[in-house]
């Protein structure tokens, strides 16, 4: 038997977020409710949580894990209590995690899966995933055993906290994919509470677990106080160190360059002009750590731009470069060319209006699954 990753998500410092959330003021006496989608099956769960931007321990008080049925309802005769070292609660200690022992809930491939928190004391700012594009719910008192999902109704954000995986065991040897990024990866322009991000579309299309590291805003090369650590920085957490990775998809870069051609946008400040040659030194180190590991990686190259807030002279000369590098180059076991893919045919520097989202900038659902589609031959 296997354990592989089955969901993730990466955490990020609590922050003001796309949308509003719940990170900076944190949990005093709440129940929390999240719900997640599992991309393998499995007779065996086993949750992970994280205090990694944590200054102070985190009190779980305690923890149930159920197959989810509409909204904050859950199946009914699927709760199953969680423990951690075979206690009901666990404290997880500044800039650390914890993994909860196995809990008897099978559960099939792409099944929804309802993770509940209960956090009796007050927490503090809270670790979280900005942008999870499906409602996290969050009630008054302890409510892990509810099934009904009605003290839930009222608070509700898009955004995950403290969990960062969900774990499955399983007979079958994993081979699990990785998507590693920024908002493209993580959804951005996909319709919410629909699971129509690419990760998704590619979960839907193959047999290996995906799993879905994408930071919103994230970068190849700096630390961000909104976008999470810079590449280098997460990679192993993020990826590599996540059971029964065989392979990743890198999409990144883009931020990097059009950062500084931005105005008026305070959260990409510092953005630093970056050249081809800073943005193939940040690849490098992930081709190497990747490879270090016996893991294949893929390249995808930067996507059309134009038009869009990101876009100008010096960005578009970096983004022909580094797309050549990548093509060229043979440094990545394969490359995914999400430039061609999804460019205009009227103007090959533009996103297609066929799969573009409303800023020009995001692929849509339709894009997304092209994606996935182009991807598959890669893996």
Known sequence: MYWTAAWTASPQLPSTGFTPNWSQEGF???????????????????????????????????????????????????TRRVTFGGEPSVDIPAHAQAESDAVP????????????????????PA???????????RAEGDHREDTTGEPFTGAITQSWYYLTGVDVRT???????????????????????ADRRWSDALAERVGHPVLNAGIGGNLLLAD????????????????????????????????????SEARDQPTYLPAPVRTAVDLIGGYRTLVRAAHARGVRIVGATVPPFKGTTHWGPRAAKVSAEVNDWMRESGEFDAV????????????????????AYDDGLHPDDAGYRVMAEAVVALL
């Open 28 to 78: 005093s006496g709440h129940t929390v409710r999240q719900v997640v989608r599992v991309t393998a099956a499995g007779d065996r769960l086993r949750i992970r949580l994280s205090n990694a931007y944590g200054t102070s321990p985190l009190a779980v008080t305690g923890a149930t894990v159920a197959l989810a049925g509409t909204g904050a309802a859950v199946r009914p005769g699927t």
């Open 105 to 124: 809930l099978a559960v099939g491939r792409l099944d929804r899966v309802t993770v509940t928190l209960h956090l009796a004391g007050t927490t503090g």
């Open 127 to 137: 670790t979280f995933h900005a942008q999870g594009f499906t409602d996290t719910y």
């Open 171 to 193: 007979a079958a040897a994993p081979g699990g994919v990785v998507l590693f990024g920024d908002s493209l990866t993580d959804g951005f322009g996909s319709t919410p509470n």
């Open 224 to 259: 961000s106080a909104w976008y999470g650590e810079r590449s280098a920085a997460r990679f192993h957490r993020d990826a590599l160190d996540l059971p029964g990775v065989r392979t990743v998809v890198l999409l990144q870069g883009l931020n990097d360059i059009g950062f």
């Open 336 to 355: 995914l060319d999400v430039r061609r893919l999804l460019a205009d045919p009227a103007d090959p520097d533009r996103l297609n209006p066929a799969y």
